[in-house]
């Protein structure tokens, strides 16, 4: 019950940072050479990701999901301070905020379910 909890709870941030990249994608990063492709890289990646975690009882998906959250953050991180390919944010507006919950919820429920995937007693194996 707990695991698929975890895989709604990081599928909804995987999704989430989809949408809050589709949404700053239509309102001004179509209009950059770097950050533009990349946040549409982010779309697809996070809508892949996160039927691969509903679907795929494994943990390749939820490391996926934690990988995603992790690169996504620092590229944030990285705009914030010194600039990401030309692109200074301030952390003024809904979408930056958003994306920043969305995209922790992906590193903490990911790990989250890693650990849970882990300790499972049916990913245990059986010894004769």
């Known amino acids: 019950m707990i695991g698929w909890l975890l895989r709604v709870l990081v599928a909804a941030g995987l999704l989430g940072s989809a949408w809050v990249h ?17 946040f549409l890289v982010n779309v697809v990646a996070g809508v892949v990701i996160a039927l691969a975690v509903l679907a795929w009882r494994h943990w390749l998906p939820a490391l996926a999901a934690v990988g995603f959250g992790v690169a996504t953050l620092l590229a944030y991180v990285l705009s914030l301070t010194v600039g990401f390919f030309g692109v200074q944010e301030q952390f003024a507006t809904q979408e930056e905020l958003w994306g920043v919950v969305t995209e922790a919820a992906c590193v903490g429920f990911g790990l989250a379910l890693m650990a849970v995937n882990r300790t499972s007693p049916a990913r245990q194996s059986v010894r004769g």
């Open 22 to 38: 589709w949404v700053v994608w239509l309102d001004w990063a179509r209009n950059t050479d770097v950050v533009g492709p990349l």
